[in-house]
Nanobody, 120 residues
Framework: QVQLVESGGGLVQAGGSLRLSCAASGRTDSTYTMGWFRQAPEKERELVAAVTWSGGVKYYADSVKGRFTISRDNAKNTVYLQMNSLIAEDTAVYYC?????????????WGQGTQVTVSS
C-alpha cells in the first residue's frame, strides 16, 4: 500500500502564496503520476495539477494556469504544489493523489487532505 502525507495548507490573504507538499511512502511506484485534486464545498472534486514520473509532462486546470506550479522529487518520493496569486475561488480541501492516470481518475492512493483558505 501507498501512504500519502500532505502538509502546507492554511489561511492566506488573496494575492498570497502557499506551498503544499506530499510525501509518499510504502509500496510506491515511482513511474506513477502524482498530482493534486481539490474539492470546494458543494462542488465536485477536480484535478488541479499533475506531473508524470519524469516530470516531462505536466497538467494544469485552466483555472490555475500561470499561478500554480507542480514539481516532484523522485529521490524523496515527494510532490509539491506552489500556489501563487491565490484567489478566494482557490479555497478548498486539497488532496494529494498518485496513480497511473489521474486525469482519468485512476487513483491508487489519496492523501488525507489539507485545507487551503483564501480570504478576500
Amino acid at each position: 500500500q501507498v501512504q500519502l502525507v500532505e502538509s502546507g495548507g492554511g489561511l492566506v490573504q488573496a494575492g498570497g502564496s502557499l506551498r503544499l507538499s506530499c510525501a509518499a511512502s510504502g509500496r510506491t511506484d515511482s513511474t506513477y503520476t502524482m498530482g493534486w485534486f481539490r474539492q470546494a464545498p458543494e462542488k465536485e472534486r477536480e484535478l488541479v495539477a499533475a506531473v508524470t514520473w519524469s516530470g516531462g509532462v505536466k497538467y494544469y486546470a485552466d483555472s490555475v494556469k500561470g499561478r500554480f506550479t507542480i514539481s516532484r522529487d523522485n529521490a524523496k518520493n515527494t510532490v509539491y504544489l506552489q500556489m501563487n496569486s491565490l484567489i478566494a475561488e482557490d479555497t478548498a480541501v486539497y488532496y494529494c493523489a498518485v496513480g497511473p492516470s489521474l486525469a482519468s481518475s485512476v487513483v491508487t492512493a489519496w492523501g488525507q487532505g489539507t485545507q487551503v483558505t483564501v480570504s478576500s
